[in-house]
C-alpha cells in the first residue's frame, strides 16, 4: 500500500531563490508547498495540514515568531524549523524559547534541510528500526549463550544488556520483539539461581577472594573514596529501585552531573532489614545482630523497625574506617517528609562529612500495588512501574536534592538497598509453625519448597551470614517469579499476591544492583 508524501510548508519571501530546495525534497519523496508571508502561511494550515513548517523569522509584514503564535492555534503539534539570516543571539534564544524544534542559519543548502527534516519526521522510525536490527542480530547470540557458564563478572555483563534491551524495546514500541526477550528471562533466572547456590556462600567464606562487591563494601569502596578527596559527599539509598528503573532515570541527570554506573550484589535475603543494614553498617546480617543486638531488635521480629537504627550503624562504620566529619541522616517516606525536605532544601546537605538520604517511594509503590486496585492498575508491568518511577522522579524531592547537590559541587553515591521481581508463579512451601511468613524468604525449621528448582535452601546460617534463628533454623529463598504458599492457603495467596512486585528472592532483578558515582558538571 502506498503512503501519501510528507508535506512541507516553507515559509520565505524569496522563495524563487530556494527552488532548488524544492526540487531536491521532491526528488527525496516530500511534498512542498510555498508562502510568501505569515498572513497566506496561516491560510494554507487553515485549509489543509502539514507535516513540518519551515519559517523564515526576516519577512515584510508579520515576523516569523510573531506568526508562529498564529501557527500554534491552529496547529499546536506541528514541528516548526526557524530558517532565517539573523544570527543574534536574542533571535536564536526567542526561538528556543517558544519551543522552535530546529534553527538554521541561511545560506543552507539542501541536504542540510533535508537532515532536519529527516530527524524531526522519521527519525523515531529509523530509531525504532535500528533498534529492531541491532536486537534481531544479537538475539540469535543470546540465545545461543544461554548455557555458557558465567563468573560474577559475566552475569553483570548478560543482566545490564538485559536491562537496556528491555528498556530500549518497549521505548521503540516493539513489543513482539520485546516478548522475544522476555521469553529468555525464565532461563536466565534458572540459571543464576543455580549459580547463587554454590558461589554466595563460597564469596561469604572467602571475602578476600575474587567476589563482586556486596552491601557490606558499598560505604568502605565507593563512598569514604569520595569523603577523602573531598570534604563533603551525598549518599542516597533509594529503596527497591531495579536497574531497568535506573536506566530510565540516567538520563534525567545528564544536565547536571557527569555519571558512572557500575554495579554490586546484595547480600541474601534481598529485602530492607537485610540488604540495608548491610550497606550502612558493612557488617553482614548476622554480624549486626551479633555486635549490636539492641540496635538489630527482635529475632522474631521481620518489619522496618529492623532498621530503626541505620544513622548508628553508618556512624560506628565510618568511624571504624577512621573517616570524619559527622552524619546527617533523612528518611523520606511520607508526602510530609518530602514537603518538609523541599522547604528545608537549603540546610539539607551538610559542608562537611556525609549527608545521608534514605527514600522509600519505589518500595511503598511496589508493595501497594498489592493492596491497592488502583496502583496495581498504573502500574500492571515492568514497562509501567518504569514510567510510573520517572514521572515521580521528575518532580520529587529527590530530584531537587540532585539538583540542589549539583549546583553546590556536592559528589553523590546513588544506589539501592535491593530490587524486586513481578512475580506470577506461586510456589507451595512446607514449613513448621515457627517459620517466617515473608513471600520471597522463610526461616524455620524442616523449611522445603513441594518443588526444589522453585527455591534455594540454606541450611547452615552461619555460612550465608544471618542471625541465629535457634536450633536447625534453615533459610529458604525464592527463585525466579515464584512467591511462597502454604498448602492450607493455596487459593487465597494466589489471588491476593499473583502479579505482585516482591522481593528478598534470588534473581539477578534483586541481587544486580546499580551504584552510580555523580559528579557534578563545571
Known sequence: MSHAPKSVLWVDDESELLESHRIFLRSKGYEVEWASNADDAVELLRRRPFDILLLDEQMPGKRGLEAYREVRELAPNLPVVMVTKSEEDSTLREAIGVNILDYLIKPINPRQVLSVITRILDGPKIRQQAVSRSFVDRFRHLEA??????????????????????????????????????????????????????????????????????????????????????????????????????????????????????????????????????????????????????????????????????????????????????????????????DDLERHMGQAISPTGISAFVFNFVDLLTHGRSESQIL????????????????????????????????????????????????????????????????????????????????????????????????????????????FVYPTKLREYQSRYRGSFLHGGVTPEEVILPLALLTPRP
Open 145 to 338: 549463550e544461554r548455557e555458557r557458564d558465567l563468573d560474577w563478572r559475566g552475569w553483570i555483563e548478560r543482566f545490564d544488556e538485559f536491562m537496556r534491551w528491555d528498556v530500549d524495546l518497549a521505548a521503540s514500541g516493539e513489543m513482539g520483539l520485546y516478548d522475544s526477550l522476555r521469553g529468555l528471562y525464565p532461563n536466565m533466572h534458572r540459571e543464576f539461581a543455580h549459580y547463587m547456590k554454590d558461589a554466595y556462600p563460597a564469596w561469604l567464606a572467602d571475602l578476600g577472594g575474587n567476589r563482586p562487591p556486596l552491601s557490606v563494601d558499598i560505604v568502605s569502596e565507593f563512598l569514604v573514596p569520595i569523603l577523602q578527596r573531598e570534604k563533603a559527599a551525598v549518599f542516597i539509598v533509594v529503596d527497591c529501585l531495579r536497574l531497568d528503573q535506573w536506566r530510565v532515570l540516567e538520563p534525567l541527570l545528564a544536565p547536571h552531573f557527569d555519571v558512572e554506573t557500575t554495579h554490586y550484589y546484595a547480600v541474601l535475603p534481598t529485602a530492607t532489614p537485610y540488604s540495608r543494614n548491610s550497606l550502612f553498617s558493612g557488617l553482614f546480617p548476622g554480624e549486626i545482630a551479633s555486635r549490636f543486638p539492641d540496635w538489630w531488635g527482635s529475632p522474631e521480629r521481620e518489619d522496618e523497625s529492623l532498621n530503626a537504627h541505620e544513622r548508628q550503624l553508618l556512624e560506628k562504620h565510618l568511624a571504624d574506617l577512621g573517616g570524619g566529619g559527622g552524619v546527617r541522616y533523612t528518611k523520606v517516606s511520607t508526602a510530609s517528609n518530602s
Open 376 to 483: 496495581y492498575e498504573v502500574a500492571r508491568d515492568e514497562i509501567a512501574l518504569r514510567q510510573i518511577t520517572r514521572q515521580w522522579f521528575q518532580r520529587s524531592a529527590l530530584f531537587s536534592l540532585l539538583k540542589e547537590a549539583s549546583r553546590r559541587k556536592v559528589s553523590v553515591i546513588l544506589t539501592t538497598d535491593h530490587g524486586s521481581i513481578h512475580c506470577n508463579t506461586p510456589a507451595t512451601v512446607f514449613a513448621k509453625r515457627d517459620a517466617t511468613l515473608n513471600l520471597r524468604y522463610k526461616f524455620g525449621e524442616d523449611l522445603r519448597a513441594e518443588r526444589p528448582e522453585q527455591a534455594l535452601l540454606y541450611p547452615n546460617e552461619e555460612a550465608v551470614k544471618l542471625p541465629r534463628k535457634g536450633n536447625g533454623a534453615n533459610t529458604l529463598l525464592a527463585t525466579g517469579d515464584c512467591f
